[in-house]
């Protein structure tokens, strides 16, 4: 039982670290230009330099809730290693830890809007690019996807014993 549990508490610390590198990095999508080649994220468009993502007013509103929705996975994802941490020292032997499991499960579900609007409204699109695809920063953050649930699921059944 112990090297279940360091075996979901390491997984958890990888979750959070590839989420904290997946919103930070600018590698979402990648492309060459005239320029060499051309990368962005969430936050910049990065050619021989980085500078603020240019944005249509149409589709702001759809940048501003995938960076939204990936910070509160961070946060939802550290608040469940703490809460993991908590309840693994206060509960009794056969509780289970459904706390930790539920906000797993809300930072999983927020990693899910926010990769799907990322998906919807700006894939393929890199200004002044040609053959764009997707970075390491947007395969990370579906890996983050499917560990957190699964780590969800892991905290919804463990009992400890």
């Keep these: 039982m112990l090297v279940l549990l360091a075996g979901i508490f390491v997984v958890h610390i990888a979750t959070v670290i590839m989420l904290f590198v997946s919103t930070i990095a600018n590698v979402w999508m990648v492309g060459s230009s005239s320029y060499g080649t051309a990368s ?21 509103a759809s940048l ?48 899910l809007i926010g990769v799907s609007i990322y998906t919807a409204r700006f ?18 953050a579906w890996i983050c996807f499917c560990f957190s649930f699964i780590i969800s699921i892991l905290y919804l059944v463990l009992r400890k014993k």
């Design 123 to 140: 894939t393929g699109r890199l200004p002044m690019s040609t053959n764009s695809h997707h970075g390491y920063c947007f395969i990370l």
């Design 40 to 60: 962005s994220g969430l936050w910049l468009l990065c050619n021989t330099t980085c500078e603020q993502l240019p944005v249509s007013s149409r589709d702001e």
């Design 64 to 111: 501003k809730a995938v960076q939204a929705f990936m910070i509160l996975s961070i946060i939802f994802s550290v608040i469940a290693l703490v809460m993991f941490i908590v309840q693994l020292f206060t509960l009794e032997k056969g509780k289970r830890f459904y706390i930790t499991g539920a906000i797993m499960l809300v930072c999983w579900m927020c990693i």
